[in-house]
């Protein structure tokens, strides 16, 4: 098998894995779509295509990090959710994880918000209110990288057909 073969596929499935870790918080997501990109440029033999797909297929994860990190960060301060509310989310969704096959970790994730956020507020409905609004944000930050991370893999996959047919 020829070497640029070898690497256009590892790089094809680690962007796949890229992909799918915008969506599922325990796979690695962007960072790996970006270096996977870097990758192809360096070994895939795609020449000036590959670097132009690693400068394209990088401005779209990166437009997709800080997105998700900005719309959910603003959404979070609108509602005046703190911080260690979503932390303790995450140590619940790590712990439901283990627990709950499949869905623990949006399940802990929602639970530990929840309790957090009953301890901080006091008030049962706010909690619901506050809770709802984060996984809300978070949801949209996740779809937005979602999208902007297939951006990027159709630049790659635009790319390794350009290099196939020159």
């Known amino acids: 098998m020829n070497p640029e073969i070898l690497v256009t596929v590892l790089c094809g499935l680690a962007i796949l894995v890229g992909v799918a870790g915008t969506v599922i918080p325990v796979l690695p997501g962007s960072i790996l779509i970006g270096l996977s990109l870097l990758a192809w440029a360096i070994w895939g033999g795609a020449g ?23 719309l959910t960060g603003r959404k979070l301060r609108e509602h005046r959710i703190p911080s260690r509310s979503v932390v303790v989310g995450l140590v619940f969704g790590v712990a439901g994880m283990f627990l709950i096959p499949v869905v623990g970790l949006f399940v802990g994730f929602a639970a530990g918000l929840l309790l957090s956020e009953s301890h901080r507020t006091r008030d049962f409905r706010t909690a619901v209110t506050t809770s709802w609004a984060a996984l809300k944000a978070t949801g949209l930050g996740m779809l937005v990288e979602f999208g902007l991370a297939c951006l990027a893999a159709s630049t790659w ?5 350009v290099a196939a047919v020159s």
Not at 48 to 70: I, K, N, Q, R, Y
């Open 48 to 70: 000036t295509a590959g670097w132009v797909v690693f400068g394209v297929g990088l401005a779209f994860v990166l437009a997709g990090m800080a997105a998700s990190a900005v």
């Open 157 to 161: 996959v635009i790319g390794v057909w």
